[in-house]
């Protein structure tokens, strides 16, 4: 019997790297020796608007999409974004959040408030979570944009691949002068 299609949901707001972690994410998975099927949504996405991207695989994968109630991990890089894509989540799906604020332009304009409960609502919801400061471990590691990789390395610790597999992957996918802070930063996430 063939295993399971694994689907993850990366949600985030432009900039925050999120479509360059689904891409780091679908090589990992290629290299692992699963099939793999990718679609993203861009939005608004220079402007600070969501961005989503399905990573879909297993043996064999037909669709690129996800379903509401098929996603095993939803990784959110800011808090708002999680709550957004939360209905796509499987009732025992785990949850990472970077707990970063990125306030919308109606917060912004004062039109609307930003939710100050969001993990608690969340935590009352779902059973898996784990809430990462993500922003702060990336300064340490030389710059805050690394936040993506370190979400990427507390990624690496729910799915069942080599860290071997991780390494080799993102020493493909940056340039040498970030490479050595894009490694500490996954490390750092994976021990996070």
Known sequence: ???????????????????????????????????????????????????????????????????????????????????????????????????????????????ADYPDDAIDFIKKHFKDIKVVNATDIALRSGDKRMANTVILGVLSSYLDIEEEIWEDVLRESFPPKILEGNMNAFREGRGA
Do not use: W
């Open 1 to 111: 019997m063939s295993e399971p299609v694994k689907s993850v949901l990366l949600v985030g707001v432009g900039g925050q790297g999120t479509i360059m972690a689904s891409d780091i994410l679908s090589a990992v998975m290629i290299r692992a020796g699963f099939d793999v099927k990718k679609s993203e949504v861009h939005g608004m996405a220079q402007r600070g608007g969501c961005v989503s991207s399905h990573v879909r695989f297993g043996q064999k994968v037909y669709s690129p999409i996800v379903g509401k109630g098929d996603v095993s991990v939803l990784v959110s890089f800011e808090k708002l974004e999680t709550l957004r894509y939360l209905e796509y989540l499987k009732a025992d799906g785990k949850i990472i959040i970077n707990n970063e604020e990125i306030y919308p332009p109606s917060v912004n304009l004062g039109e």
